[in-house]
C-alpha cells in the first residue's frame, strides 16, 4: 500500500460502523486497542496500518454493533458517529436488512436506501470534510442462508452502490470476490454461516479494505 496514493492521511480518526461483521467480539473495556477492535476484518486494517505507519499517528475506533440493521445504525449515529467528530468512517451494514422474519414496512430495499441515503447526508452536513468508505454487505448460500436471502441481499448491494455514487463515497465491493472464492472453497470456509466471516473471510474484507483507501481516485478527493 503506497502512502502518498491513500485515501488516509496524518492524524486521520478512522471509525467502523455497522452490525456483528464489524463488531467482531469487540471489548471497549480493555485497555488494549486490539481487544477494543475486535477480532476482525477492523482490527486487521488498524493493526496493518499503524504497523506500517505508527508516525502518521492514524487512530482507529470500532463502534459496530450486532444485530443492527440500517435504522439501528442510524438512530444511534450521532452519538456513535457524529460526536466523535471522526475523518474517514467505513460503514457496512445490510445483512441483517435480509432477514426472512422481518415483517415491517421498513424491510425493503426502497426503505434501506432512503434511510441510508438520509444517514449519509446528515453526516457530510455535519462534518463536510468527512471521507466515507461504504462495503457492500454480502452473504453465501450456507446453513438457513438460501436462494431468496441471496435475492434480498442483491437489491440491497444494488441500493448501497446507488446511495455511495451519489454522495460521492468509496465503494468496496466484497460479493464478488465471496463468489469467486467460493468456488475455490467450500463456501462456508469463507462464511461459515453465509453471513459472519471466518478467519479467512476477515482477511478477504480487510485486503479489499486496505486496497481500496490505496487508490488513486481516493487521494484526488
Known amino acids: ?8 492521511r496524518p492524524n486521520d480518526l478512522v471509525l467502523f ?22 477480532a ?15 508516525r502518521d499517528n492514524i487512530r482507529f475506533l470500532n463502534r459496530g454493533v450486532s444485530g443492527d440493521r440500517i435504522f439501528d445504525v442510524h438512530r444511534r449515529w450521532q452519538t456513535d458517529c457524529l460526536d466523535l467528530r471522526p475523518t474517514v468512517i467505513s460503514l457496512l451494514i445490510g445483512i441483517n436488512d435480509t432477514n426472512p422474519d422481518l415483517t415491517d414496512d421498513r424491510a425493503n430495499a426502497s426503505s434501506f436506501q432512503q434511510v ?20 457492500e454487505p454480502f452473504g453465501l ?31 468496496v465491493e466484497l460479493q464478488h470476490h465471496f463468489d469467486q472464492l467460493a468456488g475455490q472453497m467450500s463456501g462456508a470456509y469463507w462464511l461459515y454461516d453465509g453471513i459472519h466471516p471466518t478467519a479467512a473471510g476477515h482477511r478477504i474484507i480487510a485486503d479489499c479494505w ?6 488513486p481516485r481516493a487521494i484526488e478527493k
Do not use: W
Request: hydrophobic residues 40%; negative net charge.
Open 1 to 8: 500500500m503506497s502512502r502518498e496514493s491513500s485515501l488516509l
Open 17 to 38: 460502523q455497522g452490525d456483528s461483521i464489524t463488531n467482531a467480539f469487540r471489548m471497549p473495556q480493555e485497555m488494549s486497542s486490539a481487544y477494543q477492535m475486535g
Open 40 to 54: 476482525g476484518y477492523a482490527m486487521m486494517c488498524a493493526a496493518r496500518i499503524q504497523a506500517d505507519y505508527p
Open 116 to 135: 441510508y441515503d438520509q444517514l449519509l447526508q446528515e453526516t457530510i452536513t455535519a462534518l463536510p470534510e468527512v471521507r466515507i468508505i461504504v462495503l
Open 141 to 171: 448460500e450456507v446453513g438457513e442462508v438460501d436462494q431468496a436471502r441471496i435475492a434480498r441481499l442483491q437489491t440491497l448491494q444494488h441500493a448501497a452502490r446507488l446511495t455511495a455514487t451519489k454522495h460521492d463515497c468509496e465503494f
Open 210 to 215: 486496505l486496497r481500496a483507501v490505496s487508490t
